[in-house]
């Protein structure tokens, strides 16, 4: 079985059907498309707006409750700023928003997804004064490592990384002394060095060399899936890619599966 994880890239947000009720856009997916070319079965974890931590515990969650099922994986991590919070919802707004597990999926331009005013505003106010995303960073990178880890463990196939090219601009800009783009939009001014945090420099660079090349997609090999569809005008309204970079992406997928397999 093929695993797929994600946020809307994953889910396939804008692909004809995507708004259906129930949703029909499936087959147009590279998962779908992919699990076609590898004739086994797929399960499609992604959720629009989904933060790392909720893309990390839904590939965990999927192999704790379908031990030695999975056989192939993709993971395109999504923003790293991205947060989650445990919350009520009135049935009706939950409903329109589309919530798992009472978690509420936010970034700094969708607090307003958050229902409780304080933690609105607490959260709000973290973004405007005191947040970075180097921490996030560290967080999602020591995922990935961990799912290598537990890939080998299991015989599973992996192939992940980001499903945006602004998460490797933002570790760049880290890197080279700019402050990241954590406002997704604006950069923010203010001094920032990288040498002035030796061992989380020295961290970095160690874990994203130690990554294997199929842990990078986006991350300095290969396309991720947005350069994709903007490299050839595939892109919907929303900024999500189109049906042809649903395909492009698959067969890339496809390749790199069968070099993992050699």
Known sequence: MLLTAGCSFVWGDELKGFDDVPP???????????ADKLDIEYENRGFCG????????????????NP????????????????????????KREKSIGRQTSTTQ??????????????????????KNAYDSKTDIMHTISKMKSLEVICD????????????????SNIMSILSDKCPDDASGKIQNKEFLIDSIPDYKKWLLDSIGSLKNTSRIGMGRDKDL????????DMKEFGHPGERSQVIFADFLHETFAK???
């Not at 936010?106 to 973004?127: A, K, V």
């Not at 463990?153 to 490797?168: D, E, P, T, Y």
């Not at 947005?226 to 005008?233: P, Y």
């Open 24 to 34: 029909t856009h499936w087959p147009l997916t590279f998962t779908h498309l992919l």
């Open 50 to 65: 989904a933060c790392n931590d909720k893309i990390f515990r839904e590939v965990i969650d999927f192999l704790h409750s």
């Open 68 to 91: 030695n099922k999975v056989t192939h994986i993709v993971v395109l991590w999504s923003a790293w700023q991205r947060k989650e919070v445990v919350e009520y919802m009135p049935p």
């Open 106 to 127: 936010f970034s700094q331009l969708r607090t307003n997804t958050i229902y409780d005013r304080s933690i609105r505003d607490s959260y709000e106010n973290m973004f």
């Open 153 to 168: 463990a299991a015989g599973i196939q992996l192939i992940q990384g980001v499903f945006h090219s602004r998460n490797w």
């Open 226 to 233: 947005f350069t994709i569809c903007r490299s050839i005008d």
């Open 260 to 262: 993992i397999g050699q």
